[in-house]
Nanobody, 121 residues
Framework: QVQLVESGGGLVLPGGSLRLSCAVS????????MGWYRQAPGKQRELVAS???????DYADSVKGRFSISRDSAKNTVYLQMNSLKPEDTAVYYC???????????????WGQGTQVTVSS
């Protein structure tokens, strides 16, 4: 069983910052790509940022220059630093990761439970 546990959401003023964390725990031998998605009310879930095992990153155009994704492989944790937050960033943010249970198994993918980010004055 593998669990992804997010933390760091909350209420912030426009222009403020938040840092999200997602720790992966359980039985696995390797974690591949990790990422953050978000879903606003009435909208589809969208990719915010992703990072590969060799730390290559990709961002949605709407967050480029404001958000930064990073990972600590020793801690099996991925972070999302969010700066210059806007009301339109308000959403539930979900962590996503893919892993292998053994070196010979296929990659599996899972999600965290989500953390609410609200940007409002």
């Amino acid at each position: 069983q593998v669990q992804l546990v997010e933390s760091g959401g909350g209420l912030v003023l426009p222009g403020g910052s938040l840092r999200l964390s997602c720790a992966v725990s359980g039985s696995f031998v390797s974690i591949n790509a990790m990422g953050w998605y978000r879903q606003a009310p009435g909208k589809q879930r969208e990719l915010v940022a992703s990072i590969t095992s060799d730390h290559r990153t990709d961002y949605a155009d709407s967050v480029k220059g404001r958000f930064s994704i990073s990972r600590d492989s020793a801690k099996n944790t991925v972070y999302l630093q969010m700066n210059s937050l806007k009301p339109e960033d308000t959403a539930v943010y979900y962590c996503n990761a893919s892993w292998k249970r053994t070196w010979y198994s296929s990659w599996l993918t899972g999600w965290g439970q989500g953390t609410q980010v609200t940007v409002s004055s």
